[in-house]
């Protein structure tokens, strides 16, 4: 029998679509219509998001540790969180976990190298850009990083929160962040990871200046791959 997947949500676009393609992308392991045994749970938005602007980690930290304690009751064999900011907020709860978790920024970063890629672009809300969740999972790999402008991160993170978590995908934001990851090409980067779960909604390699890391897919395939024992 597969694992039981369980999802530590917090934004409802990124989570959505990383247990879409949980459910989508099963059939090549289960046949027609299977996927693996997926459980979520999330806590209102708004309680994270007042924990990330005071800079409270440990607060972020206890919501996403009480999702796992619910996921793991429920039978959840492992988790996954599709959400790269708040794993910033790791470290305050891994020794709690119950339960192995997979690290967006470690699987991503997996692929990255996988694919022969040398220096990577990070996009993503300016929480996660300004840490160190990524740089720490590239540097591992042997592979180099380099970060947008200060002005850059700010307006993608205005993008990300005014916008695509809440279900809205405007041109003048695809544009921006073409801008943006032509910017990242320039400064020698030869990818991009799209460091936010949400940000696949709106690019990918058909419309990117780059090859992209889509954090949310990657981590949803690293997940089905886990649970069918691949």
């Not at 999802?7 to 090549?28: D, W």
């Not at 619910?70 to 064999?77: F, I, R, S, Y």
């Not at 809440?166 to 799209?194: E, M, T």
Request: proline share 5%; aromatic share 6%.
């Amino acid at each position: 029998m597969p694992q039981h997947i369980g999802i530590v949500g917090c934004s409802a676009e990124g989570a959505a679509l990383c247990y879409r393609t949980i459910c989508q992308e099963g059939e090549q392991f289960l046949g027609r219509y299977g996927h693996p045994e997926v459980s979520m749970h999330t806590h209102s938005f708004a309680d994270y998001m007042r924990a990330i602007e005071q800079g409270n980690w440990s607060a972020v930290g206890e919501l996403m540790l009480s999702s796992a304690e619910k996921l793991a009751k429920a039978g959840a064999d492992f988790l996954i969180c599709p959400d790269n900011t708040i794993h910033q907020a790791l470290p305050f709860i891994q020794s709690k976990l119950s339960r192995p978790f997979l690290h967006i920024a470690e699987v991503v970063a997996e692929d990255a190298a996988r694919r022969g890629f040398h220096c990577i672009g990070l996009l993503g809300t300016r929480y996660l850009v300004n840490s160190e969740v990524y740089p720490k999972a590239v540097a591992a790999r042997g592979l180099k990083y380099v970060r947008p402008e200060p002005e850059q991160r700010e307006e993608i993170n205005r993008i990300i929160f005014d916008e695509l978590v809440c279900g809205a995908f405007k041109p003048a934001g695809i544009a921006y962040h073409q801008r943006v990851i032509s910017h990242l090409k320039d400064n020698g980067c030869d990818a991009v990871v799209l460091g936010c779960t949400e940000i696949p909604l709106i690019m990918n390699d058909a419309n990117s200046p780059l090859p992209t890391l889509d954090s949310t897919r990657l981590l949803a395939r690293a997940a089905l791959r886990r649970a069918v024992g691949k």
